[in-house]
């Protein structure tokens, strides 16, 4: 038995881990696509000034974030006492009346929700994180070279809906009632409707 949970737990991290690479080159993909655009679109409409190298290098610079979360932290201990942290944090307690295996199981979900959580968590706040050091660059190059356009305004108007979509993804549907809870309560509805 010991030797199956073991194999299980291993078998997640592998799948986490694939999902997580998935995810790079996926945004690798990404970048081949909408970087061309971009290009295309400045040299379009202001080919005078040729802003598309600061998204490039603002995009490198999300890729190369995403590289390091994913193939550098994965082997550091940081990222993983982290987690675990949260995870401790989110999950608590469990009732003690549960048999073992039960317990293992039901421990189980709740770590793995709980880790998942704890991602969306961390996802947000780096996205925030991005944004609040990437928009004094968008209103330095800005004003230094089109002083006269202040295009700035509408990046950030594209970043806070952005951040609002995400805030809303990670904590707002809580806050509008239609979190965890909801979900829990309407796929227990779902499963009685189906019994």
Known sequence: MQSKYIEHQLHLKAAQ???DIKGFYTHCIASFLILPFLVFINLQTVPQFHWFWYAIM?????????????FAFSKMDMKQAW??????????????????????????????????QAEEIKGFYVHLIVYV????????VNLKFVPG?????????GMLIALFFHWLGVFGFEVLGLGKK??????????????
């Open 83 to 116: 987690k675990d942290k949260k995870v401790k944090n989110i999950v608590g307690n469990v009732d003690p009346n549960i048999t073992d295996d039960n317990n293992k199981y039901i421990q189980e979900q709740y770590y793995l929700k709980a880790k998942k």
């Open 149 to 157: 356009f202040h295009f700035f305004w509408f990046a950030l108007g």
């Open 17 to 19: 881990k694939i999902k």
């Open 182 to 195: 909801w979900e829990d309560r309407k796929m227990k509805q779902f499963m009685n409707n189906n019994s």
């Open 133 to 140: 050091f990437s928009f004094p660059l968008i209103v330095f």
């Open 58 to 70: 603002a995009w490198c610079i999300g890729l190369l974030i995403h590289w390091v979360n994913v």
